[in-house]
Each structure stands twice: as structure tokens, then as C-alpha cells.
């Protein structure tokens, strides 16, 4: 096979994945199968007694991921200049570095190679190794239902960076007014206005854990009505995302609008005996 035969098979069976493509179907299971047991093997690891008589073998899950990942990563970019949109050799693949699931891609074997490049404590390792779990997310590449998650994120970008705006003006204010009136009776509670925003967070959402409360009845006042104004504001966001996901699932897709097209009727002409489609 010539340089560019491989490169476009490379292309097909990583990122085009065509159902009647054998191999594209077993890599893809491949790499499912890999993120899910480094998933677990992420949770097992918490446990010592496994983390002491299997720890070589979740090294070498590890070590095997990390170079199967890295080479799966430097081979998408390497072949994504097959698809007409990212087809200009360097700005092509500078584009597609920046896309989405590059990123994705990219987080999912970047921490392990921090540890290489800069000298860290062992407290910093742990929570790189943490960071492991973003190869969760290389999942949204082979599942319709992340897909149809970042449809809606986009589409109600605006509408859900409006309604945040809200909540983090809601907080701030909340949070200086509780500061002011709670401060002089509780002043280890509500020791600055960065503090008393735990009491806001906990109150706009209605959790209210209860390790910060108002005492005097003003604050218990502000209290209540910051609240109450949570339950609404905090809604607003549920609301944006699940009309976002009522447009996505009732949208048809291009085998419905196949469906609904009428059915053409066969006639026969009288004289010759043919079929006349209409």
C-alpha cells in the first residue's frame, strides 16, 4: 500500500467508522474496553490492600495505556487531513488539535507525562493520576447520547451563560448582605464575604447543610428569602436544559424524513404494458 492508501485507511478506521468496517468496529471496541478497565482499575487502586498485591499490575494498565492512547492520539492528527474540512496539511491539523475530542484526546494522556517534564511531590501524583478519569470522556466519541449532550450545551450556550450570570449575581449579593448583618454575632462563621459564599452556595440551592446559619432575625429574614429565590433561579438552568433535549430527541432524523415521504404508486400503462412511476 502506498503513503497515501494508509493514510486514508488510518482515517477510516479511526475517526470515519463506517458500520460494514470490520476493523473500525474492533478498534472502536478496543478502545471502549481500554477506557472502561482503566476506569476501574482508577477505583481499584483506591483500595489498599489491592493497591499493595496488585500494584504492578495496575502499572503496567497504565504504562500500556498511556503509549496505546499517545500513538492513538498522534495518529488522528497524522490522518485527519483526509477529511475535507481539516485537509490543509499545518493549518489543518493545528484546526483539529483545538476541536473538541482533540482536547479530549489530549487530556487523557497529558497528566501521565507531567511527572516526566517537571518535578512534583508524591501528593501531586495522586491527583494526576485522579485526572485519569477524563479518559471517561473519550467515551462521547462512540455513544449517541454524548453527542446529543453537546448539541444542547450549544445550542443553549447563551440562554444557560444568561442564567448563570444570575446565580452569580444572586450569590455575590446574598453573601455581602449575610456578611454585613451576621459578621458582629457569628464572626468566625461569617469571617469574610469569600466565606459566607459556602453559606450562599449551600442556601441558593436549598441544601443547607447546616454547619452555617443566620442567628439574628434579620439574616434569618435575607435567609429565607434568598432562598426561596434559589428554588426559581436555580431551576431556570434544569428548565433551558431539558427543553434543549426535547428539540434534540424530537428532531427527525434522515431515516424518519425517508419514512415520511410518500410512498410512490406504480401505475401500468394500457397500451404498452410499462410501468409509469409517479
Given at each position: 500500500?502506498?503513503?497515501?492508501?494508509?493514510?486514508?485507511?488510518?482515517?477510516?478506521?479511526?475517526e470515519k467508522?463506517?458500520?460494514?468496517?470490520?476493523?473500525?468496529?474492533?478498534?472502536d471496541?478496543?478502545i471502549?474496553?481500554?477506557?472502561?478497565?482503566?476506569?476501574?482499575?482508577?477505583?481499584?487502586?483506591?483500595?489498599?490492600?489491592?493497591?499493595?498485591?496488585?500494584g504492578?499490575?495496575?502499572?503496567?494498565?497504565?504504562?500500556?495505556s498511556i503509549?496505546?492512547f499517545s500513538?492513538?492520539?498522534?495518529?488522528?492528527?497524522?490522518?485527519?487531513?483526509?477529511k475535507?474540512?481539516?485537509?490543509?496539511?499545518?493549518?489543518?491539523?493545528?484546526?483539529?488539535?483545538?476541536?473538541?475530542?482533540?482536547?479530549?484526546?489530549?487530556?487523557?494522556?497529558?497528566?501521565?507525562?507531567?511527572?516526566?517534564?517537571?518535578?512534583?511531590?508524591?501528593?501531586?501524583?495522586?491527583?494526576?493520576?485522579?485526572?485519569?478519569?477524563?479518559?471517561?470522556l473519550?467515551?462521547?466519541?462512540?455513544?449517541?447520547?454524548?453527542?446529543?449532550?453537546r448539541?444542547?450545551?450549544?445550542?443553549?450556550?447563551?440562554?444557560?451563560?444568561?442564567?448563570?450570570?444570575?446565580?452569580?449575581?444572586?450569590?455575590?449579593?446574598s453573601?455581602?448582605l449575610?456578611?454585613?448583618?451576621?459578621?458582629?454575632?457569628q464572626?468566625?462563621?461569617?469571617?469574610?464575604?469569600?466565606?459566607?459564599?459556602?453559606?450562599?452556595?449551600?442556601t441558593?440551592t436549598?441544601?443547607?447543610?447546616?454547619?452555617?446559619?443566620?442567628?439574628t432575625s434579620?439574616?434569618?429574614?435575607?435567609?429565607?428569602?434568598?432562598?426561596?429565590?434559589?428554588?426559581?433561579?436555580f431551576?431556570?438552568?434544569?428548565?433551558?436544559?431539558?427543553n434543549?433535549?426535547?428539540?434534540?430527541?424530537?428532531?427527525?432524523?434522515?431515516?424518519?424524513?425517508?419514512?415520511?415521504?410518500?410512498?410512490?404508486?406504480?401505475?401500468?400503462?394500457?397500451?404498452?404494458?410499462?410501468?409509469?412511476?409517479?
Amino acid at each position: 500500500m502506498s503513503y497515501q492508501n494508509i493514510k486514508r485507511r488510518t482515517y477510516e478506521i479511526l475517526e470515519k467508522g463506517q458500520e460494514n468496517d470490520t476493523w473500525s468496529k474492533r478498534v472502536d471496541i478496543f478502545i471502549i474496553l481500554l477506557i472502561l478497565l482503566n476506569i476501574v482499575a482508577v477505583i481499584l487502586e483506591s483500595v489498599q490492600w489491592m493497591r499493595e498485591d496488585y500494584g504492578l499490575l495496575f502499572s503496567n494498565i497504565e504504562t500500556f495505556s498511556i503509549i496505546f492512547f499517545s500513538v492513538e492520539y498522534l495518529l488522528r492528527i497524522w490522518s485527519i487531513t483526509e477529511k475535507e474540512k481539516y485537509s490543509p496539511p499545518f493549518r489543518g491539523r493545528l484546526k483539529y488539535m483545538f476541536s473538541f475530542y482533540s482536547l479530549i484526546d489530549l487530556a487523557a494522556v497529558i497528566p501521565a507525562y507531567i511527572p516526566l517534564l517537571i518535578t512534583v511531590d508524591s501528593r501531586v501524583i495522586r491527583g494526576i493520576r485522579v485526572l485519569r478519569l477524563f479518559r471517561l470522556l473519550k467515551l462521547s466519541r462512540y455513544n449517541k447520547a454524548f453527542s446529543q449532550i453537546r448539541q444542547v450545551m450549544n445550542g443553549a450556550k447563551e440562554e444557560l451563560v444568561i442564567s448563570l450570570c444570575g446565580v452569580l449575581m444572586l450569590l455575590v449579593i446574598s453573601s455581602c448582605l449575610m456578611y454585613y448583618i451576621e459578621h458582629d454575632d457569628q464572626p468566625e462563621a461569617f469571617s469574610s464575604i469569600p466565606a459566607t459564599m459556602w453559606w450562599g452556595v449551600a442556601t441558593l440551592t436549598t441544601v443547607g447543610y447546616g454547619d452555617v446559619y443566620p442567628i439574628t432575625s434579620l439574616g434569618k429574614f435575607i435567609g429565607g428569602i434568598m432562598a426561596i429565590l434559589g428554588v426559581g433561579l436555580f431551576a431556570l438552568p434544569a428548565g433551558i436544559l431539558a427543553n434543549g433535549f426535547g428539540k434534540v430527541i424530537e428532531k427527525p432524523t434522515d431515516n424518519d424524513k425517508q419514512n415520511d415521504e410518500p410512498e410512490s404508486h406504480d401505475l401500468t400503462c394500457d397500451h404498452c404494458g410499462q410501468k409509469i412511476h409517479k
